[in-house]
């Protein structure tokens, strides 16, 4: 395939906020913008979103440019580098580069008559579980007095993805009466002024499915404590609480449970390794899809389960090396969607053809419901 055109503007995502889209040979791709942001993500924009707009429709030395393979987003990469002098293409702004390189891949797909999935990986079989987000707190809440912790999440464990997802709804239905909510934050997940163990205690008994909070700690970490409502515990009283609740609660997932600078901090939630293989102890903000703070996570014993955003990295070439790293080192992979999403579905074919363990893309809101459906999709594709 050759790149003829490449056309970028900006759209709304689900917060109503402006984001970029990028169109190459008409086939259009966007970027979703964090709120809960570690601060070692790439930064989003090269200047500004207006500026990348206008280098990207003015990026000539695209056009041409053959693309047979994934691995030929090194020729983006390259052109992007020389172009703009940069050490590497990510400096370019993840949100530009992950909308650009994934329009790439899927005017590829088009040329090619494949899936978008196949073109990562045309041999992919296996379904990532679905995460959702079913009470929120933490940023993405509304009300005042929410729960601290940013998410309250549940995980269903059947093998068909249309199960996983309907299950998921049901549960998430029904939730909203446990936590008496009339209202939902900007994940669509139910709001409440009810506190985290609170919220534990209703939802625990819950059946067909796991229970996950994201504690998203830095959020709450201030001068060398966590503060909650009138109450600031240290370090040590954090970790002990979050194991707490991990025994009482039975949590399958706990995701940024510390500061995200907090390595050693993190090997102490389940310091057991043989409980540790039933408990997912999630890097996101410790790790923001940097393969050197994985590096790190996996050399300080922190985590066994990361979050992996492709617009918190920019580069899908990188994406790919993050995730195989984490195969090879034994660290189950979770895609994730952010807080202010857009309409478009591709994030279920990476999770796909990457093969992840996970996928967190949230259960309520079309935002979310279009990635969940092109899953579905995916499966039925597969006979």
């Known amino acids: ?29 966007s970027s979703p913008s964090g709120k809960s942001t570690g601060k070692y ?21 695209l056009k041409k440019v053959e693309i047979n393979r994934f691995e030929d987003l090194e020729k983006v ?33 088009k040329y090619e008559k494949k899936e978008l999935w196949q073109i990562i990986n045309p041999n992919a079989i296996k379904m990532p579980f679905p995460v959702g987000n079913a009470v929120g707190g933490g940023l993405h809440a509304r009300k005042k007095n929410a729960p601290v912790f940013q998410e309250f999440l549940i995980i269903p464990g059947r093998e ?55 504690v998203a700690a830095s959020t709450f970490y201030k001068n060398n404590s966590y503060k909650y409502y009138g109450i600031s515990l240290s370090r040590d009283k954090q970790i002990g609480y ?32 043989s409980l540790r293989t039933s408990v997912l102890i999630v890097g996101d903000d410790l790790t923001t899809t940097n393969l ?15 979050i ?11 994406l790919k090396e993050v995730i195989d790293f984490c195969k090879k080192n034994g660290i189950k992979t979770i895609l994730s969607h952010r807080a202010g999403e857009t309409l478009d579905s591709a994030l279920a074919d990476y999770a796909f053809g990457f093969q992840t363990d996970y996928i967190k ?11 969940l459906n092109r899953l579905i999709e995916i499966e039925k594709s597969l006979g």
């Open 160 to 214: 068909s993805i249309e199960e996983n997802v309907k299950i998921m709804n049901e549960v998430y239905n029904k939730i909203q009466f446990m936590v008496n909510s009339s209202s939902k934050d900007d994940e669509g997940a139910w709001e409440t002024t009810l506190t985290n163990d609170q919220i534990l205690e209703i939802i625990f008994n819950l059946k067909d499915v796991r229970l996950g909070v994201d």
């Open 292 to 306: 050197e703070r994985v590096k790190k996570a996996v050399e300080k014993k922190s985590i066994n389960a990361m």
């Open 242 to 273: 979050i194991n707490s609740l991990i025994e009482k609660y039975n949590l399958l997932y706990v995701e940024d449970p510390l500061d995200e600078e907090d390595f050693e901090g993190f090997s102490k939630i389940i310091p057991d390794r």
């Open 361 to 371: 893309c949230g259960i309520s809101t079309k935002w979310r419901e279009i990635k």
């Open 77 to 109: 990469e390259e052109a992007i580098r020389k172009k703009f002098k940069l050490k590497n293409a990510k400096q370019f702004g993840a949100n530009a580069l992950f909308a650009l390189e994934s329009a790439v891949l899927k005017a590829l797909a």
């Open 308 to 318: 992996i955003k492709p617009n918190q990295n920019g580069s899908l070439l990188e």
């Open 41 to 61: 993500e790439t930064q989003s924009y090269f200047v500004s979103m207006d500026n990348n707009i206008k280098l990207i429709n003015e990026l000539n030395e």
């Open 1 to 29: 395939m050759i790149i003829k055109e490449v056309i970028s503007k900006k759209i709304k995502d689900s917060n109503g906020k402006e984001t970029i889209e990028v169109s190459v040979n008409k086939c259009k791709a």
